[in-house]
């Protein structure tokens, strides 16, 4: 089974700066699709930014383009978000998935395996 475990979250001042890091146990991780969502409580769960499996194609959603930056080091087994200008509409936990497959998706129905997830908090 693979393990997923995401790291760097925390408190920030608006117009602050975080980086997120999601570790992955998969073998095959450099030929996985990866993604990032966040939730916060009585809401479902949202896409933020996914990237692809052979070749780091990346795709974002309209709220955090221009702002957040997703990456990936396949000789590290870890994609990483990079988060800037956050606002306090940003606050959430947010949880790393990882598909079987190369393809980025922003439907968190087509993942396979997800991290516990961590907080993040912007103050404004």
């Known amino acids: 089974q693979v393990q997923l475990v995401e790291s760097g979250g925390g408190l920030v001042q608006a117009g602050g700066s975080l980086r997120l890091s999601c570790a992955s146990s998969?073998?095959?991780?450099?030929?996985?699709?990866m993604g990032w969502f966040r939730q916060v409580p009585g809401k479902a769960r949202e896409f933020v930014a996914s990237?692809?499996?052979?070749?780091?194609?990346?795709y974002y959603s309209d709220s955090v383009k221009g702002r957040f930056t997703i990456s990936r080091d396949d000789t590290k087994n870890t994609m990483y978000l990079q988060m800037n200008s956050l606002k306090p509409e940003d606050t959430a936990v947010y949880y790393c998935?990882?598909?079987?497959?190369?393809?980025?998706?922003?439907?968190?129905?087509?993942?396979?395996?997800w991290g516990q997830g961590t907080q993040v908090t912007v103050s404004s």
């Open positions: 990237i692809s499996g052979n070749g780091g194609s990346t």
């Open positions: 998935a990882g598909r079987r497959f190369p393809y980025y998706q922003r439907d968190a129905n087509y993942y396979d395996y």
């Open positions: 998969a073998r095959t991780f450099s030929t996985s699709a």
